[in-house]
């Protein structure tokens, strides 16, 4: 079965700190992942995709890698601020089918 | 350029009624895809439109969903007649061809039904 997990499901920071965010999946076959974030009642917000073939990828402060031999996925968010709170979701598109498996996300609170 | 949009934001029903919910995806996007969240669960792939034809309905869960797209522009989703346990946040996506690139999504529409 195909799954994807996130660890922790919520996480509380003191601003200015670096963090990094976990994503599992369970088959290697991937065709690519993607992170995205999601504000309270509102829709999800691509931040990055990385293909199988990719390593990792970068955005300004955010970098998410990718290492499908062990079957995870890291969103590391450098220099925290209060506008980075909000639910960080990984989704991964196998090789059959087009459609993204989710995990359940990580609920992230950066203080003031 | 506008993003993916869905029509209505929130929707309240009563049990047995239908209720159709609409995606606009993002002009020239071929690939349309629905998700849904139902509460406390992951989102979960409901089905996948390239054009006007349906490529993969397998997580449609029974025969009371319908989706159409025609014309391959916008698409909606009908659900006769709706039960309690389709309460949720339904999700439009979309993406261009080939479908190896970022998946868009909506702003979803949350569905309760009583």
């Known amino acids: 079965k195909q799954e994807v997990t996130q660890i922790p499901a919520a996480l509380s920071v003191p601003e200015g700190e670096n963090l990094v965010l976990n994503c599992s999946f369970t088959?290697?076959?991937?065709?690519?992942l993607q992170w995205f974030r999601q504000d309270p009642g509102k829709g999800l917000t691509s931040l990055l995709l990385?293909?199988?073939?990719?390593r990792e990828q970068t955005s300004g402060r955010l970098n998410a890698s990718l290492d499908k031999s062990s079957g995870r996925s890291t969103l590391y968010i450098a220099a925290s601020q209060p506008g980075d709170s909000a639910t960080y979701l990984c989704?991964?598109?196998?090789?059959?089918?087009?459609?993204?498996?989710f995990g359940g996300g990580t609920r992230l609170m950066v203080k003031p | 350029e506008a993003g993916v949009t869905q029509f209505p934001s929130h929707s309240v029903i009563e049990k047995g009624q239908t209720v159709t919910l609409r995606c606009d995806p993002i002009?020239?996007?071929?690939?349309l895809y629905w998700y849904r969240r139902v509460m406390g669960k992951e989102i979960k792939f409901l089905l996948h439109?390239?054009?006007?034809?349906?490529?993969?309905e397998s997580g449609m869960p029974n025969n009371r969903f319908l989706a159409e797209r025609t014309g391959g522009t916008y698409s909606t989703l009908k659900v006769q007649p709706a039960e309690l346990e389709d309460s949720g946040v339904y999700f439009c996506?979309?993406?261009?061809?080939?479908?190896?690139?970022?998946?868009?999504f909506g702003p979803g529409t949350r569905l309760t039904v009583l």
């Open positions: 996506a979309s993406s261009q061809q080939p479908s190896s690139g970022p998946q868009y």
């Open positions: 088959d290697s076959a991937i065709y690519n």
């Open positions: 990385i293909q199988s073939s990719q």
């Open positions: 989704a991964v598109k196998y090789n059959a089918g087009n459609m993204l498996t």
């Open positions: 002009s020239g996007h071929d690939n």
């Open positions: 439109f390239v054009k006007e034809s349906k490529q993969d």
